[in-house]
């Protein structure tokens, strides 16, 4: 059986990257806290043949739950028991990462120390002896690099060597003063006297949670045994108003004040040596005096951001239309070489002029999270956090729920189902719920194609700058939002946060590819997938059930005496043009008389009010599945009501061409799609997260309600100002 | 005649594929877990699961 060991530690501190290093694993990594939110496994075999399941667990700061993160990884410890924990740790922050440590040697685990990031470390001029540190807490210390795997081999070995002594869990015991110490005796008797939950912890852990103010321990115990629990929170009661009497504090505070004590008692003992003097300001820190500068700072990030998307649209036009020409000359050859049928039509309206559109976005990705993972990798985007959490304070949001937003679309190229797990990192369910229910508001990856579909066509000359407004919109739109249910349903408190910013590195440049080519490859695989699979479907809704017999039949009676009347004067030319003239007129027929025909046409009771007519309405039917299939959606659309075979034009073109279309309508369009209904796969993910389908359907509801009254506003609006010509 | 059977199984084929990632989806993504809206960011053969802690409800 292979032993198991848990890779734990605070945010960025690196577990995701030593997982990858050790299992060979992809897993995201981000130079910013809070990048894993759940436990994931993974295979190793040492050396000698051994196997082992190496499991990576959320960054905590504390094995006291506040937070869903923090929970998974507690319950996993305490109830799966691993063989050994690897605590990794920063070295260049030690004191605040071995809080965690003292944590789990208070829990017993079997613990080897991973100081991780002993480069940055030594570039701090921080000076650190393992095995004077690894003496002191009587754990195995092992100074690693996670991202070169350097000193790995060494960790795993002492891993091994620690699984198989098989040692039983022995707490450590830190003294926290006279008055808590004593409380801890004797709640830890009662709890020992009464069997209350000793199956799975240990007495004084509990008691010492009870203490700390565990909601999750408590109610537990409020479950378990009423009686006891009562018991228990009276001592915790009693002992926490005679430290409030006497020194204004509470239990958790000592508690916490104790354990760095305790720490700074360990490291004072040539356990840490500093170079230089410790208020000299490092390079991250000199940085970050200009680009989060209260003033210089958002004037930067709204550089940076517009630098980004003009970066993204003046690289990627010439490829995308390289794609587009492609698609174009493969449909071409298609229509030539296949007979008439339904075949020919699903793999020209359906396939090419479907999935074709989208693909045909994969440069414009391509480049867009390649200019993410910039920000990403060189810690810029933490930043960005930092500096909204002002902002978002404001509009009664928390600090945390920033990267939930970036995570999603915040910098157009996200995806909401990530964003919506990031949302675990905070420790107020209301707080949780707004951002829950906001952040699929950004402009996720899905919305991209579309958004550059109809910015290229109607807003050609000022796509970067349309697109950085677009993203300040989102932006102050799901604030506003989150505002106002913050105001109603979900009024109440907010809570305190802490941002920790990251040191900045340098991007190497195989990372930035290994991230780029990780989205996109997620992109396409999708459109090949999941994308292709409902353009098929929605060619068949727009197909069948066809036209009626007593249609057809007016149909080709009109055709017998197009050419009937052209036998005796008209020229050969005009009799081809009355034809093609028919063939669309039937086409769009057939169209309409299609199963999502008839949906869309029915739509268009309450439509025309935002300027949808009937082939919108059926894209962004398909679009709650995916929001890519608004793009395909069109595409077939288009293509199956187009019988000239010389006329197969970009999506793009056709749009640009066909007089229902303008730059009015086009953004009537682009402001719904943004804020309409999340798709399927984020309802699923908020009703899950929150764990009610309630919030599910009220996001559909809120969110399509919302952006059908803001299309409205701007297509009606820019009508009455007359700029739908 | 044999363009129609064909199409028909496409779309069966589709209407299959789909069905699949939406019981998925709904039933507590034992593969998938939601990671983004395609799936897990991440595959790899190594990697064995990624198990979603179900959560206590908000409200």
Redesign the interface.
């Known amino acids: 059986m292979p032993i198991t060991i848990a890779l734990a530690g605070n945010p960025n501190a690196g577990k995701t990257t030593l997982f990858n290093t050790l299992t060979g694993a992809r897993q995201h990594v981000g130079n910013y806290p809070g990048v894993t939110v759940e436990k994931k496994a993974g295979a190793y075999i040492f050396p000698s043949g051994e196997e082992a399941t190496i499991v990576d667990l959320p960054g905590t700061y504390s094995l006291t739950a506040y937070s869903v993160e923090e929970v998974v990884a507690r319950d996993y410890l305490v109830q799966e028991k691993p063989d050994v924990v690897i605590n990794i740790t920063d070295a260049s922050n030690l004191e605040r990462n071995l809080y965690l440590s003292t944590q789990f040697l208070e829990l017993g685990v079997p613990m080897i120390i991973a100081l991780n990031m002993i480069d940055v470390a030594q570039d701090r001029g921080i000076t650190l002896d393992a095995q004077r540190l690894a003496d002191l807490l009587k754990v195995p210390v092992i100074p690693i690099l996670a991202r070169s795997g350097k000193g790995t081999p060494e960790l795993m070995a002492a891993a091994l060597d620690l699984a198989q002594k098989n040692t039983p869990w022995n707490p450590l015991h830190i003294s926290y003063g006279e008055d808590v110490d004593l409380a801890l005796q004797t709640m830890a008797q009662c709890i020992t006297t009464a069997g209350f939950m000793t199956d799975s912890y240990t007495p004084r852990w509990l008691a010492l949670k009870y203490l700390e103010g565990d909601s999750q321990i408590q109610e537990k115990g409020r479950k378990n045994n009423p009686a006891v629990n009562a018991q228990l929170q009276e001592i915790v009661a009693k002992v926490g108003e005679h430290l409030h009497q006497t020194m204004e504090t509470y239990p958790e505070a000592i508690i916490a004040d104790h354990r760095y004590g305790y720490l700074k008692s360990v490291l004072r003992q040539e356990v840490i040596s500093h170079k230089f003097d410790t208020d000299r300001l490092h390079a991250s820190d000199r940085i970050d005096k200009v680009l989060t500068n209260r003033f210089l700072g958002p004037l930067i990030m709204l550089g940076v951001l517009l630098g980004l998307y003009k970066f993204t649209f003046t690289y990627s036009e010439l490829p995308v239309a390289w794609i587009e020409t492609f698609f174009n000359w493969l449909g071409g050859n298609l229509s030539t070489l296949l007979p008439d049928g339904h075949l020919k039509s699903m793999l020209i309206s359906g396939v090419i002029d479907g999935m074709g559109g989208v693909l045909g976005f994969v440069p414009l990705i391509m480049f867009m999270f390649f200019g993410i993972a910039i920000l990403e990798d060189s810690g810029y985007l933490a930043r960005v956090a930092f500096m909204m959490d002002r902002v978002f304070r404001i509009f009664g949001l928390h600090g945390s729920s920033v990267m939930a937003y970036i995570v999603s679309g915040g910098i157009a190229g996200g995806c909401a189902v990530p964003g919506v797990m990031a949302a675990r990192t905070l420790r107020s369910p209301r707080e949780r719920l707004a951002t829950l229910l906001t952040v699929s508001f950004m402009n996720c990856g899905a919305k991209l194609p579309v958004l550059a579909l109809l910015t290229a066509t109607f807003f050609s000359n000022n796509q970067a700058q349309l697109m950085f407004l677009l993203t300040l919109l989102a932006w102050g739109v799901a604030l506003t939002a989150a505002k106002v249910l913050r105001l109603t349903v979900l009024r109440g408190e907010s809570t305190p946060f802490v941002m920790e910013l990251p040191p900045y590195r340098f991007p190497t440049f195989r990372g930035l590819l290994i991230h780029t080519w990780e989205r996109t490859w997620q992109y396409i695989k999708k459109a090949g997938t999941t994308i292709l699979a409902i353009s098929i479907l929605i060619w068949a809704m727009m197909t069948f059930p066809g036209l009626p017999q007593s249609e057809e039949e007016f149909f080709a009676q009109q055709r017998q005496e197009a050419i009937a009347s052209s036998d005796q004067a008209t020229e050969a030319l005009s009799l081809k043009e009355k034809l093609a003239a028919i063939d669309t007129a039937q086409a769009g027929s057939s169209l309409r008389h299609s199963l999502a025909g008839r949906v869309g046409t029915a739509m268009e009771s309450v439509s025309w009010l935002p300027g949808f007519d009937w082939r919108t309405n059926i894209a962004l039917v398909g679009g709650f599945a995916a929001k890519e299939v608004i793009v395909t959606t069109l595409g077939t659309a288009y293509s199956l009501g187009e019988t000239d075979p010389e006329a197969n034009g970009s999506l793009a073109e056709t749009l640009a061409q066909d007089p229902h279309w303008n730059p009015v309508v086009a953004l009537a369009l682009i402001v719904f799609v943004m804020f309409y209904a999340p798709c399927f796969v984020t309802v699923v993910c908020i009703s899950r997260e929150s764990g009610s389908w309630k919030w599910g359907l009220f996001s559909i509801c809120f969110n399509t309600g919302f952006a059908f009254l803001l299309a409205t506003l701007v297509y009606q609006g820019g009508r009455a100002l007359g700029f739908a010509g | 005649m044999w363009?129609?059977i064909?199409?028909l199984l496409?779309?069966a084929?589709?209407?299959f594929?789909?069905g699949r990632?939406?019981r998925r989806?709904?039933g507590?993504s034992k593969t998938g877990?939601?990671?983004?809206?395609?799936g897990c960011?991440?595959p790899?053969a190594?990697?064995?699961?990624?198990?979603?802690?179900?959560?206590?409800?908000?409200?």
């Not at chain 2, 190594?46 to 409200?59: G, I, M, S, V």
């Open positions: 363009q129609n064909l199409i496409i779309i084929a589709c209407m594929f789909l990632r939406i989806q709904l507590g877990c939601g990671c983004s809206c395609s960011d991440n790899s190594k990697t064995k699961n990624c198990e979603t802690k179900t959560t206590q409800p908000l409200h």
